[in-house]
Structures are given as C-alpha cells and as structure tokens.
C-alpha cells in the first residue's frame, strides 16, 4: 500500500461549495476511486489559506496514475474547475507532500 498526500489550492469563498460537492459526490467517481486502487480518501481545509490536504491510500500508484484517463475524472475535474486552481487540462494544481512521519 501507498500512502500518498498533496495539497491543492481552493479559491476565496468556495469551502461551502466545495464541500457540498464532495457530500454530493456522483457515485461513478466513487466506484472508479475504488476501481482503480483507491482508499481512505480524506481531504481536508485550512480555512485561513483556502489549502485543501488530500490523503489517500492507493494499491498501486501506476494503477492509480490511469485514473487521470478516466472520462469520469475529466468530467469531475471540468465540474470542479471554477471553485480551485488547475492546470490547463482542468486537473486541480497538486504538489505532492513529503512522508516525513508514520506510526500505525
């Protein structure tokens, strides 16, 4: 297993509508997040500087890599685009985090 964490860039004013989003999440994401190896997805908010943490425990990151190939991850990313930073492809910017500490 794979633990991998990010942060991602939320614009000003849209924590309420990126959360309800995620509450409203199309149950296809939910089953290609798991098709594809992922686990344990938690992504968190810190309200004074808009920085989402994400956090997910994956089978097989090349498996997981595939998942940017998904129609269903383009629609998901297009539909999320105006409330977060991303790349010219709608993927959200993500900066990988270092693994610094772990205990189970």
């Known amino acids: 297993m794979v633990r991998k964490a990010f942060k991602m860039q ?21 089953e290609m997040i798991h098709e594809y190896g992922g686990s344990n997805y938690t992504i968190f908010l810190d309200e004074e500087t808009n920085v989402l943490y994400g956090y997910i425990e994956l089978e097989d990151e090349e498996k997981w890599d595939k998942t940017a190939e998904t129609e269903i991850c383009k629609k ?14 709608n ?9 610094v500490f772990h205990l189970d």
């Open 10 to 30: 939320l614009f000003e004013g849209q924590a309420k509508e990126y959360e309800k989003r995620h509450n409203e999440l199309w149950p296809e994401m939910k």
């Open 76 to 89: 998901w990313w297009a539909f999320m685009a105006d409330i977060m930073e991303t790349n010219p492809d």
């Open 91 to 99: 993927s959200p910017v993500s900066v990988s985090l270092k693994n």
